[in-house]
């Protein structure tokens, strides 16, 4: 284990290196570019006084976009980081330069860097990416829970690292009043369940978990939200004895535990669980950050607009915008505004229904849209009115919101907050995410939520905008 850790360490000061050399290879060349091989000092020093500071900044992008995260992503996932990287690294050196007084800094330099260094940078990390993968060996998981979360998982574990982790079995739970686990189903039931776990074999049930462990040897656990509490427990406390790391999927009990804070009442240890709502105070700050990033917004997208507007009318007869229904802080209902990309009275044979992938109801200039995020930039004005709030959960429609929590009761939490353009599920999530999975994000941001976290999810944003399949 001392040598796999030493392993990772030289691979990640590997990347460290050779990222901030391309970094600053970027701005070299650019120099380059300009005067020849010859750069005057006047230029050059505020360059290197910048150095430091261009640095950190670098790495900290780096850093913050998990470009040395232990699991190796899709490759377009990789690339959609590095372009954030570079955008917000172009922006940090202008700001650098105004502040350092560095107006000798080329601007060509500051224009031209970018574009170098973000095709150093996909070379290098293409490249590295390939021999990472070959490599490092893939981590051998075991995924324990009921037959059809544990074998959703393992797919999902395999498919969204790339092949980083290897699921060498699954450990299916036990009904406690019968005593017996899907791994003992007969008859209809396990005909219903063959096509589900084709590709997962099963190693045995919970009360043989500790045999499965020897057996197989993995290097981590994952167990699944729908266990029950006690098998959990029998779970955890196998995997603690023997030093396994275990990774628990949280259920919505578990969410509410989330930063809980540790009192004590006399000599008895309790949590204090905080209330699922956003501080007076931030409140203010927040409503504030929303009123002027929603004004900045609105006159830098003005151009855009105008361009969405136009393909609109001339694609399809109707409105520009569509308004539509829509439920926000304690379930107050307000109209939401957004480009429209259907045609116009797309449900009025249907009603409600969800948007497919190939939904036919969508306009080529409403897929574009869509694909693009630009049908969202309305959303603004819902913003300065005080409707919505740039974070936050996704507002939904009032009938999809009473069939969801019909289901699951805890939804409407998830309306203790106002509701935004973009949120924490949005950006940790994918389009097929389940709702369960979004209300999970949702009501983790309302348990976390800080004024550096929206600014983090923002940040983040621009690298989901980048990517066809993440959340919407």
Not at 58 to 87: D, H, P, Q, T
Not at 424 to 435: C, F
């Amino acid at each position: 284990m001392q040598i796999l850790n030493r392993k990772t360490l030289l691979f990640k000061l590997l990347f460290v290196l050779v990222d901030i050399f391309l970094i600053h290879l970027g701005y070299v060349l650019a120099f380059f570019m300009k005067f020849g091989w010859t750069i005057p000092d006047e230029n050059l020093t505020p360059y290197l006084n910048t150095w430091p500071w261009l640095t950190l900044s670098a790495l900290s992008l780096f850093y913050f976009y998990k470009l040395y995260s232990g699991y190796r992503w899709r490759w377009g996932e990789v690339f959609a980081s590095l372009v954030c990287v570079i955008l917000f690294q172009a922006m940090a050196a202008m700001a650098l330069s105004f502040l350092f007084r560095g107006f000798a800094f080329p601007r060509t330099v500051l224009l031209t860097a970018p574009l170098i260094q973000l095709v150093l940078l996909a070379l290098w990390r293409r490249a590295a990416w390939h021999l990472e993968r070959r490599l490092q060996e893939a981590v051998r998981v075991i995924v324990v829970g009921q037959r059809h979360e544990a074998a959703a998982l393992a797919e999902k574990l395999e498919a969204a690292t790339d092949g980083a982790i290897r699921v060498a079995g699954l450990v299916v739970g036990t009904d406690l009043q019968t005593g017996l686990s899907e791994y003992d189903d007969k008859g209809d039931n396990a005909d219903n369940h063959c096509s589900t776990l084709a590709d997962w074999p099963v190693l045995g049930d919970v009360s043989g978990f500790n045999d499965c462990l020897d057996s197989v040897n993995p290097d981590k656990i994952f167990v699944c939200s729908s266990l029950s509490q006690e098998q959990k427990v029998e779970v955890v406390y196998a995997c603690v004895d023997r030093d396994k790391k275990v990774l628990l999927v949280p259920d919505l009990y578990g969410i509410m535990l989330a930063q809980a804070r540790l009192d004590q009442v006399d000599d008895v240890p309790v949590f204090t669980i905080g209330r699922l709502n956003i501080p007076e105070e931030s409140l203010i700050i927040k409503r504030l950050m929303d009123i002027v990033l929603s004004m900045i917004a609105i006159v830098i997208t003005a151009p855009l607009n105008i361009l969405a507007a136009v393909a609109i009318k001339l694609e399809t007869p109707g409105p520009v915008f569509y308004l539509q229904k829509r439920l926000t802080l304690q379930g107050k209902p307000f109209y939401l505004y957004k480009f429209r990309t259907m045609v116009v009275n797309a449900e009025q044979e249907s009603g409600p229904v969800l948007a497919t992938e190939k939904d036919p109801r969508i306009t080529r200039v409403g897929r574009f849209l869509r694909e693009t995020r630009i049908d969202e930039i309305p959303q603004l004005l819902n913003v300065l009115k005080g409707d919505m709030s740039i974070v936050g959960p996704r507002p939904e429609r009032p009938f999809f919101v009473n069939e969801l929590i019909k289901d699951t009761p805890e939804y409407a939490y998830r309306m203790n907050v106002k509701s935004g353009i973009t949120g924490l599920a949005q950006i940790a999530g994918r389009y097929s995410t389940s709702p369960e999975n979004k209300l999970k994000y949702d009501l983790l941001y309302t348990k976390s939520y800080s004024l550096s976290r929206d600014l983090a999810i923002l940040l983040q944003t621009v690298k989901v905008i980048l990517m066809k399949d993440r959340a919407s």
